[in-house]
């Protein structure tokens, strides 16, 4: 390969998504909006237990990259996981019903928020150590490879990650190997409570691969169809036996690290104006009404369908049992 | 009906706190996100913000609130429709009972759960086929079944344990597409033990990989490829430097289907050279017997013979579970006889009676069984007669036979190499006290390595390590002899 591919800020060309699409987009985006206010409230409420990471203002990210796949492309994330499963087709009462630690939950309330798996959506986690999925999801692609499958795995990581050593062991073999994973950096600026310029030396991290000639990308995270066109680009180079690839999605988490974060290490005025400037559904809602897709009614048409199926889900949360206590001692191996 | 704002939990200890300020006040049309208040507990401020939207109705806690209890009702929100006297019927009263605690009582009730909680079918949202059960049978179960008694071989050849562990993989290999080797220096250096000798010509570098000299890494990105249903045998140089990817050896290979409530197995084997070498120095000279052994969702083996190596290796690539394979570098070049079939596999969990005896049984696995069955025959020519005992699996214990053993020679002398602090010995010890306390006749022996850091010099090496020499004393002293 000659010189990496590095790219900075990218602005996308002019909107070519169809209305199907944009409509699609401000659905999904706004379904885990929904869903994880609701996952705060039932937290708030003493139903969910632990550690509970929200997704709300990354949402974009999500929803562009898995706009930028097709069916049967792995993803495997960290722990603030709940957005990247529903946008991957998950069941919003089974992820709900799993974070309340429920029976009807994915995992039968045996993984929790940070530990959540779709074989069937091929959604692989859900890991709740910072990093651990980098070298996970590296070795789904090394299988696509080695089955000779065309298929790509989209290994999410946060700015805290991209400072782990096995993240750079990763990269290597990725590399080396040429394995069809797309590395999505959700850079949402806070690696829990420390900014990136406290925790980075080298802060612009889609160049973290250039030493082992990973062509890396940076694009705004808040746009759903800036992060679908780069994603685009990546899976191709992926598909096309170019090894991986690195985005940078600059984005904002509007809630605290985790429920239990008041978030002080940031001011309100910079939290006000990534909302009021940068929402991600805002942006797609001022597309759609720019043109005339749809109309404010047709909006709360929407507003109100994502809330019943959220609605449904927090119901259904709290109604499923908990887990059989026979369930203590399944699935610790399969038996032979 | 007015939505109820609930006085919310920053964490799950957290019963009250105060209502410190609210941002809004009555009248006041609220969005989702929108912050209404904040409060305060002895550890953090927190902002509560709008999941509905509305309109405020009532502020029912007034701002400076202390001790408010969560889940009490705050505040109303009108929804669109709505106007104030919706409010008329509303009464905050106590705080609502917590759902969660409500759900624990459910459990201690748990006949009355079926009718009293919806069930799924009933339930608005049917939770998709994902989250139901899915038959998770891997391939070579049957296989797995078919395990023979090692002693209804007829025909036998010799061979080191070294290359007994290369036809063992050898044999997979051409049998389970689905079966690679990775490590460090596996492929064009033939092994860093010569153990993976000749498998490159044979498979070729696509199921032959060398990998970079990065554990944690090339340990993640197998047990990655293993949720998918590879079968990857991870070799470690030594288990010295698997202490660098042990994170994804018990976190994410032992506990993934666990977490995924069934979905996701992990059919890997993380093999390589376990405890002392010989003069290589504390870092290099350590056995990790007990450390793997302590965890649910693993497997852990330990081959003494060659047989052994041949016949548990095959197993362990074979079994849809994690394995930790602990092999000894000083045993690879030493020569036993192996069942000369491609069929011939053992069961992992099973301990062997290498000597049958009366007097006294050792329990011993991996190299330490070598030292048990001379120390053995010593014991034998002081008329002691010895039951020795190859643990092979550490993990699922082979608790009956041991067991069974003691219940005939009431003495026990457990054997290890590693340190006896939680260790195999100390397991063992108790495993015994529980199933066994009326057969014994003396407290159980552990002989160990002694508690320090392998040292370097050939004279205090011999002294850290367990001898034949300790295991003799020990039997003797629980005959009372």
Known sequence: ?336 | MPIEVLMPALSPTMTEGTLAKWNVKEGDTVQSGDVLAEIETDKATMEVEAVDEGKIGKIVVDAGTENVAVNAVIAYILEEDEDASALDNVNPGEAKSAPAAAASEDKSSSSDNASSAPAASAAPVKASGAIERTDKEPRAMSEMNKTRDEKSYTKFKTLTVREALRDAMAEEMRSDENVFVMGEEVAQYQGAYKVTQGLLDEFGDRRVVDTPITEYGFTGLGTGAAFMGLRPIVEFMTFNFAMQAIDHIINSASKTLYMSGGQLGCPIVFRGPNGAAARVGAQHSQCYASWYAHCPGLKVVAPYSAADAKGLLKAAIRDPNPVVFLENEILYGQSFEVPDDDDFVLPIGQAKIEREGTDVTIVAFSIMVGKALKAAEKLAEEGISAEVINLRTIRPLDVNTIVRSVMKTNRLVTCEEGWHFAGIGAEIASVIMEHAFDYLDAPVARVSGEDVPMPYAANLEVLALPQEQHIVDAAKAVCYR
């Not at chain 1, 929790?112 to 959604?123: A, D, P, Q, R, V």
């Not at chain 1, 990136?196 to 705004?220: C, F, K, M, N, W």
């Not at chain 1, 685009?232 to 984005?251: D, Q, S």
């Open chain 1, 1 to 336: 390969m000659a010189t990496p591919k590095r790219k900075r800020a990218t602005t996308r060309a002019d909107n070519q998504a169809s209305s199907d699409d944009l409509l699609k987009y401000y659905r999904d985006m706004l379904l885990i909006r929904r869903f994880e206010e609701k996952a705060g409230q039932l937290y708030g409420m003493g139903l969910i237990g632990g550690f509970c990471h929200l997704y709300i203002g990354q949402e974009a990210v999500v929803v562009g990259m898995q706009a930028a796949t097709t069916g049967g492309d792995g993803v495997v994330t960290s722990y603030r996981d709940h957005g990247h499963m529903l946008a991957c087709g998950m069941d919003s009462a089974g992820v709900m019903a799993e974070l309340t630690g429920r029976e009807g939950g994915y995992s039968h309330g045996k993984g929790g928020s940070m530990h959540m798996f779709s074989k069937e959506k091929n959604f692989y986690g859900g890991h709740g150590i910072v990093g651990g999925q980098v070298p996970l999801g590296t070795g789904i692609a090394f299988n696509y490879k080695y089955r000779g499958e065309d298929k790509v795995c989209l290994t999410y990581l946060g700015d805290g990650a991209v400072n782990q050593g096995q993240v750079y062991e990763s990269f290597n073999m990725a590399a080396l190997w040429k394995l069809p994973v797309v590395y999505c950096i959700e850079n949402n600026q806070y690696a829990m409570g420390t900014s990136t310029q406290r925790h980075s030396a080298s802060p612009d991290l889609y160049l973290r691969g250039e030493a082992y000639g990973i062509p890396g990308e940076q694009v705004d995270g808040m746009d759903v169809l800036a992060v679908k066109e780069a994603g685009e680009r990546a899976v191709k180079h992926c598909r096309e036996g170019n090894g991986p690839y690195i985005l940078e999605l600059k984005t904002y988490r509007y809630r605290g690290h985790s429920m239990s974060d008041p978030a002080k290490y940031r001011t309100k005025d910079e939290l006000d104006k990534m909302r009021k400037e940068h929402d991600p559904i805002d942006m797609v809602k001022k597309l759609l009404i720019d043109a005339s897709i749809l109309d404010e009614d047709g909006l709360k048409e929407i507003d109100k369908e994502v809330k019943a199926e959220v609605a449904k889900s927090a119901e259904f949360a709290q109604n499923s049992p908990e887990p059989d206590p026979s369930e203590l001692f399944t699935d610790i191996l399969i038996e032979v």
